[in-house]
T-cell receptor, first 113, second 115 residues
Framework: AQSVTQLDSHVSVSEGTPVLLRCNYS??????LFWYVQHPNKGLQLLLK??????LVKGINGFEAEFKKSETSFHLTKPSAHMSDAAEYFC???????????FGQGTELSVKP | DTGVSQNPRHKITKRGQNVTFRCDPI?????LYWYRQTLGQGPEFLTY????????KSRLLSDRFSAERPKGSFSTLEIQRTEQGDSAMYLC?????????????FGPGTRLTVL
C-alpha cells in the first residue's frame, strides 16, 4: 500500500526566509511523487513532480524537492518565502502512471511580513 | 485549454435529497477522476474513468453514489439520499494518460453542504 505523511500540519515563516515542508512516503513500488498547492477558494495546482528521473526536481514559483529513497522522503523547499506562498500544500504519491493520487493530510504555510 | 470546470460551485441541500454534480474535463483528456475533500484533510480518491469506462471505485463510494461518463467527455456524480456526512468538497480532475506530461489537472470543486 502507498501512503504519505506530512510531518507538520502548520508551518509559519517570515517573508524572505527559507521554507521547508516535510513529507515521508511509503510505497511497495517505485513511486511517482508530487507536490500540489491549494490557495483559498482555488483549485489544486501542481507545483512539481518526481517520476524516477533526476532526484532534485524544480517546480514553479521557485520551489524544489529532493527525492531521497534511503530516507523515503520528498521534502519541499524554497530559498525565500513570499507572501503569496501562503496556502495549503499537499504531498502526493501514486504508483501507476495515470492512476489515483494518494494525498497527505496537508501542511498549511503561513508567511509573516 | 479552458481548464477543468465544475458545476455547481456550491450546493446546499437537505438530508435525504438527491444531488448531482457535473464535471467538464480539459478537452482531449481521456481520464477523469473524482475526489472528495473534507475540512482539514487531503483529497481522497473516489473513482476514475478512462474514456467512458469506469476503471476503479474506492470503498468510499457507497451504493448511494454513482458516477457516469456516458460519452467519454463530461461526467456526473450523483449522491442519493444525502447524509450530513456527505458534506465535503467534491473535486474533479482530468489527465491525458501516457502523455509525456501525464498530470492530473483539478477543477475548482463543488462544495456540498447537507443540512
Amino acid at each position: 500500500a502507498q501512503s504519505v505523511t506530512q510531518l507538520d500540519s502548520h508551518v509559519s515563516v517570515s517573508e524572505g526566509t527559507p521554507v521547508l515542508l516535510r513529507c515521508n512516503y511509503s510505497s511497495s513500488y517505485s513511486p511517482s511523487l508530487f507536490w500540489y498547492v491549494q490557495h483559498p477558494n482555488k483549485g489544486l495546482q501542481l507545483l512539481l513532480k518526481y517520476t524516477s528521473a533526476a532526484t532534485l526536481v524544480k517546480g514553479i514559483n521557485g520551489f524544489e524537492a529532493e527525492f531521497k529513497k534511503s530516507e523515503t522522503s520528498f521534502h519541499l523547499t524554497k530559498p525565500s518565502a513570499h507572501m503569496s506562498d501562503a496556502a495549503e500544500y499537499f504531498c502526493v504519491v501514486t504508483i501507476l502512471q495515470g492512476g489515483k493520487l494518494i494525498f497527505g493530510q496537508g501542511t498549511e504555510l503561513s508567511v509573516k511580513p | 485549454d479552458t481548464g477543468v470546470s465544475q458545476n455547481p460551485r456550491h450546493k446546499i441541500t437537505k438530508r435525504g435529497q438527491n444531488v448531482t454534480f457535473r464535471c467538464d474535463p480539459i478537452s482531449e483528456h481521456n481520464r477523469l477522476y473524482w475526489y472528495r475533500q473534507t475540512l482539514g484533510q487531503g483529497p481522497e480518491f473516489l473513482t476514475y474513468f478512462q474514456n467512458e469506462a469506469q476503471l476503479e471505485k474506492s470503498r468510499l463510494l457507497s451504493d448511494r453514489f454513482s458516477a457516469e461518463r456516458p460519452k467519454g467527455s463530461f461526467s456526473t456524480l450523483e449522491i442519493q439520499r444525502t447524509e450530513q456526512g456527505d458534506s465535503a468538497m467534491y473535486l474533479c480532475a482530468s489527465s491525458l494518460v501516457l502523455s509525456p506530461t501525464d498530470t492530473q489537472y483539478f477543477g475548482p470543486g463543488t462544495r456540498l453542504t447537507v443540512l
